[in-house]
């Protein structure tokens, strides 16, 4: 006997029904959607989705009603056709509206900015960029994530320091951009809930490469910001998502225009990522190299990286009158101490004991390294000793065979929630342009387990490429900036 139904009760949706509203902060789609296999069948054939169908569609996300499957097809449906500007702005748009919204006080609405990155091997620059903004007077409500892979994560990176804690409310976040002009924080489950659904089955599906997909995810997050300007740093090379220059403008274009079409002023920096960033990789070791950053020291790529990307956000935000003036404004944050002590605020906000901050912010180099995590043992490598010459030029350390041995060591995790080994890392003891004598140590490995295996040793010293030419200076990272429209 059918099951009767009273005024006011509803039916369990049925999968892939899209005719229900949608959930907290996403209306009612209008006009009515159409079902999720006839929207599934048009992508897949080429065609364009109304913003109707596309809010439907993430709407059934959210509530459960679209099954696994039928969000894997739409995926790979959208990853093989494509979707136009529209499209990406209107589901970036739902994405976003799928749940709760930061809200400022009014007063921030022009300091309010972020940075983001594609991801890359040795790559500190938000903890650094993130209190040097706050030193120029802007407020920088960071959503980090973790790393996966052979790529790191801020937040990983954050919590090799005893205390640091990531998970912060709305409201906390607030409190923190009060106190210490800056905050960088996890994606909690009230924030764009429909993208950490998407996020996972583009993981699972081979369908992260796509560029409206890669869009939609990055700028969604930001849009909850209530952001001023955003700068996102895509990167390219041996060690990033994108393998050449070209394809990394592509979805620089895309997330600027994007961008532009939502109201939030967006540029896009093209950075090489080829060589790891600056002379460490690993969690605890690149909070070292942040903190020596911030000193006013430290590797002049990682330096370089920092002001240019600041620069751009406090021109983007009308903070400075060029980039070039932002960029010296950031490098006076860093020389002058400001920066270490916006860092500094940020760890005692966030957690971390005060008499902990104050160490780290003050300490030596080598007293900070007895305040952080570190591994049981260290392991030098040697420049081959055979050659033509006694000597050679450092031309390239490749990241991705270094980053993959560290991964395999614990400094990585394969799959989301594995614990990591936070002072399992690697110092390159050489820069790029460097003259090297042969038999003299090129790369220090800190390891908790046993020693390198040779297959891991050869992948090490493939990682390292000498030449015959003369030294030369350490090439910057950044190769363009994509700006938005009238810039």
């Given at each position: 006997?059918?099951?009767?139904?009273?005024?006011?009760?509803?039916?369990?949706?049925?999968?892939?029904?899209?005719?229900?509203?949608?959930?907290?902060?996403?209306?009612?789609?209008?006009?009515?959607?159409?079902?999720?296999?006839?929207?599934?069948?048009?992508?897949?054939?080429?065609?364009?989705?109304?913003?109707?169908?596309?809010?439907?569609?993430?709407?059934?996300?959210?509530?459960?009603?679209?099954?696994?499957?039928?969000?894997?097809?739409?995926?790979?449906?959208?990853?093989?056709?494509?979707?136009?500007?529209?499209?990406?702005?209107?589901?970036?748009?739902?994405?976003?509206?799928?749940?709760?919204?930061?809200?400022?006080?009014?007063?921030?609405?022009?300091?309010?900015?972020?940075?983001?990155?594609?991801?890359?091997?040795?790559?500190?620059?938000?903890?650094?960029?993130?209190?040097?903004?706050?030193a120029c007077g802007c407020k920088v409500p960071m959503i980090s994530g973790r790393g996966l892979g052979h790529t790191g994560g801020?937040?990983?990176?954050?919590?090799?320091?005893?205390?640091?804690?990531?998970?912060?409310?709305?409201?906390?976040?607030?409190?923190?951009?009060e106190q210490a002009g800056c905050c960088i924080v996890g994606q909690s489950e009230q924030l764009v809930p429909a993208d950490g659904?998407?996020?996972?089955?583009?993981?699972?599906?081979?369908?992260?490469?796509?560029?409206?997909?890669?869009?939609?995810?990055?700028?969604?997050?930001?849009?909850?910001?209530?952001?001023?300007?955003?700068?996102?740093?895509?990167?390219?090379?041996?060690?990033?998502?994108?393998?050449?220059?070209?394809?990394?403008?592509?979805?620089?274009?895309?997330?600027?225009?994007?961008?532009?079409?939502?109201?939030?002023?967006?540029?896009?920096?093209?950075?090489?990522?080829?060589?790891?960033?600056?002379?460490?990789?690993?969690?605890?070791?690149?909070?070292?190299?942040a903190l020596l950053c911030m000193d006013g020291a430290g590797p002049s790529d990682l330096r370089d990286l920092v002001t240019r990307?600041?620069?751009?956000?406090?021109?983007?935000?009308?903070?400075?009158?060029?980039?070039?003036?932002?960029?010296?404004?950031?490098?006076?944050?860093?020389?002058?101490?400001?920066?270490?002590?916006?860092?500094?605020?940020?760890?005692?906000?966030?957690?971390?004991?005060?008499?902990?901050?104050?160490?780290?912010?003050?300490?030596?180099?080598?007293?900070?390294?007895?305040?952080?995590?570190?591994?049981?043992?260290?392991?030098?490598?040697?420049?081959?000793?055979?050659?033509?010459?006694?000597?050679?030029?450092?031309?390239?350390?490749?990241?991705?065979?270094?980053?993959?041995?560290?991964?395999?060591?614990?400094?990585?995790?394969?799959?989301?929630?594995?614990?990591?080994?936070?002072?399992?890392?690697?110092?390159?003891?050489?820069?790029?342009?460097?003259?090297?004598?042969?038999?003299?140590?090129?790369?220090?490995?800190?390891?908790?387990?046993?020693?390198?295996?040779?297959?891991?040793?050869?992948?090490?010293?493939?990682?390292?490429?000498?030449?015959?030419?003369?030294?030369?200076?350490?090439?910057?990272?950044?190769?363009?900036?994509?700006?938005?429209?009238?810039?």
């Amino acid at each position: 006997m059918a099951a009767s139904m009273t005024r006011g009760t509803r039916a369990p949706p049925r999968p892939g029904d899209l005719s229900r509203e949608g959930t907290q902060g996403l209306p009612d789609p209008s006009p009515e959607p159409k079902q999720l296999p006839e929207l599934i069948r048009m992508k897949r054939d080429g065609g364009r989705l109304s913003e109707a169908d596309i809010r439907g569609f993430v709407a059934a996300v959210v509530n459960g009603s679209a099954q696994g499957t039928q969000i894997g097809a739409m995926l790979m449906a959208i990853r093989l056709r494509g979707m136009d500007l529209k499209e990406t702005s209107v589901l970036t748009q739902a994405l976003a509206q799928s749940g709760q919204q930061l809200e400022w006080p009014e007063a921030w609405r022009q300091q309010l900015v972020d940075k983001h990155s594609t991801g890359g091997v040795g790559d500190k620059v938000s903890l650094v960029l993130a209190p040097a903004l706050a030193a120029c007077g802007c407020k920088v409500p960071m959503i980090s994530g973790r790393g996966l892979g052979h790529t790191g994560g801020t937040l990983d990176k954050l919590e090799s320091i005893p205390g640091f804690n990531v998970i912060q409310s709305p409201e906390q976040m607030q409190v923190l951009l009060e106190q210490a002009g800056c905050c960088i924080v996890g994606q909690s489950e009230q924030l764009v809930p429909a993208d950490g659904i998407l996020y996972a089955a583009r993981d699972v599906t081979a369908t992260v490469d796509s560029l409206p997909l890669i869009t939609a995810s990055i700028l969604s997050k930001k849009v909850v910001e209530g952001l001023s300007a955003l700068v996102i740093d895509v990167k390219f090379g041996g060690a990033a998502v994108f393998p050449n220059q070209e394809q990394a403008r592509e979805l620089a274009r895309t997330l600027v225009g994007v961008g532009a079409d939502l109201g939030l002023r967006v540029a896009a920096a093209l950075t090489a990522m080829d060589k790891p960033l600056g002379r460490c990789v690993g969690n605890a070791l690149e909070v070292e190299e942040a903190l020596l950053c911030m000193d006013g020291a430290g590797p002049s790529d990682l330096r370089d990286l920092v002001t240019r990307l600041g620069g751009a956000l406090l021109w983007l935000s009308g903070h400075a009158g060029t980039q070039a003036q932002g960029a010296a404004r950031v490098a006076a944050a860093l020389d002058d101490g400001s920066a270490l002590g916006r860092f500094e605020l940020m760890l005692a906000a966030q957690g971390v004991d005060p008499s902990l901050a104050r160490a780290l912010c003050s300490g030596s180099p080598a007293e900070r390294r007895e305040l952080l995590p570190r591994a049981r043992e260290q392991e030098e490598l040697l420049a081959p000793a055979d050659g033509p010459l006694p000597a050679g030029t450092v031309e390239l350390v490749r990241a991705l065979p270094l980053a993959q041995v560290l991964h395999k060591l614990g400094a990585g995790r394969s799959r989301a929630g594995e614990p990591l080994r936070l002072g399992v890392g690697a110092e390159l003891l050489v820069d790029v342009g460097q003259k090297l004598s042969r038999g003299t140590p090129w790369l220090r490995v800190h390891r908790d387990g046993p020693a390198l295996s040779g297959l891991q040793r050869r992948a090490l010293q493939e990682a390292l490429v000498l030449s015959d030419r003369a030294p030369f200076t350490t090439p910057s990272p950044f190769a363009e900036l994509v700006l938005p429209p009238q810039q």
